[in-house]
């Protein structure tokens, strides 16, 4: 039997911990399966709604739905396993993957769901540069701050790593299908999961699982804006227990939204005011070739332009340096914000080809995205 379907079996068991299969995790796993009661054997309520309570039988099916989806199963034992994340406190056996493999050296970056404009922008700039120096960008592909993080990253061509909730099959939020599915067709960047295709995130410990492998992932992890309770936070808790270095973007003293990053720093974690900062701490980790770029470099346009006049709009912007997608789309918002599905159905385009330009206007900061609607933004 492949070593990959004794894997899945022993990473859907319910108790891990209690079956001792982390203190075993560097055997062989057909060795670990005949230390154990396989008759006792149960699997998790998530794993048997979808796959049903039998163990074999669920890996197996697991073991064929991916290959008829063409993912990619990298289990513990696997050359293409993250080497940082096995040195974490009980790593996954195995991670679901769509894209490319995880090879670059990478950094997180996580924040609040409840970003401004702001701390947007700052996580977008801060992704961009690292990604330009060659790091990959990890992050949870939440709203808010983990949305801007990835976009910046696919901005400067680079790396950007999606850590999932749930099964790699299925978007959450679901406002980010755009960026799932940027990410899910990029030649360099992919989706990754410890939960197999199909599987739901839904409970909260399903984030806690996912914050311990994006932090686990990652040489560094930067938190741009955070409460006390953020998730984000909790990402910094485990980066710390890993070993790995923490830099905080100070923020607002006076704005609650901060209060987790400031928290942070009393308590002794890097300090970052400009980009030179972030790469002074991450040189001594760097062996990749590319060049650095400044905050400076990267334009972020923030104000959404609601007040605008059509002809105002139109005239700002120079149609003749955009796609032809992306100009349709831009003299389509002349007329006011629009349906992306009714845009793709007046003009007879593809679905691939639209949402690439929404997510490169998006990027580049002339339009907002909310839900399946188009809205002009205005640049200073």
């Known amino acids: 039997m492949d070593d990959t379907l004794y894997w899945i079996f022993l990473s859907i068991l319910s108790s891990p911990s209690k079956l001792g299969l982390y203190e075993r995790v560097h055997l062989p796993p057909k060795e670990i399966c005949n230390t154990l009661d396989i008759d006792s054997l149960t699997v998790p309520e998530y794993i048997a709604a979808s796959y049903g309570c039998e163990p074999w039988s669920a890996a197996s099916e697991i073991y064929q739905t991916c290959k008829k989806k063409n993912f990619k199963i990298i289990t513990f034992s696997d050359k293409n396993y993250p080497l940082l994340l096995k040195e974490i406190h009980k790593p996954p056996l195995v991670l ?9 050296p990478m950094v997180s970056i996580v924040g609040t769901r409840n970003s401004d404009k702001v701390s947007e922008s700052i ?10 120096a060659g790091y990959g960008i990890v992050s949870g592909m939440a709203y808010g701050i983990d949305r801007f993080a990835h976009l910046g990253a696919l901005k400067a061509e680079g790396v950007t790593v999606g850590v999932l909730p749930g099964g790699i099959d299925t978007t959450y939020p679901q406002r980010n299908r755009d960026l799932y599915h940027m990410i899910s067709i990029s ?18 410990w399903c984030f806690a699982q996912r914050n311990r492998i994006i932090s686990g992932l990652s040489v560094a992890t930067i938190v741009v804006k955070a409460p006390l309770d953020s998730g984000a936070m909790m990402t910094a808790r485990y980066a710390i227990e890993q070993n790995r270095e923490l830099l905080v973007c100070p923020g607002n003293a006076f704005d609650k939204g901060y209060s987790g990053c400031l928290e942070l720093i009393k308590e002794g974690a890097a300090l970052v005011s400009d980009f030179d900062d972030i790469m002074e701490i991450l040189r001594s980790y760097s062996n990749s070739s590319g060049d650095s770029c400044s905050f400076d470099s990267v334009t972020a346009k923030e104000t959404v332009c609601a007040e605008s006049e059509n002809g105002d709009f139109l005239n700002s912007v120079d149609l003749s340096k955009y796609s032809k997608v992306e ?5 389509h918002l002349s007329k006011g914000d629009f349906d992306i599905d009714d845009f793709i159905r007046s003009f007879s385009l593809g679905t691939d080809e639209v949402t690439r330009a929404i997510v490169s206007l998006e990027i580049e900061g ?3 995205r909310k839900g399946n609607r188009i809205f002009r933004k205005k640049s200073f």
């Open 187 to 204: 030649q360099s960047s992919c989706l990754v999961s410890e939960y197999p295709p199909g599987i739901v995130a839904g409970q909260k």
């Open 96 to 104: 679901y993957l769509q894209g490319a493999n995880l090879q670059l």
């Open 366 to 368: 002339i339009i907002l």
């Open 327 to 331: 100009g349709l789309i831009l003299s």
């Open 123 to 132: 996580a977008f700039k801060i992704a961009y540069g690292v990604a330009k």
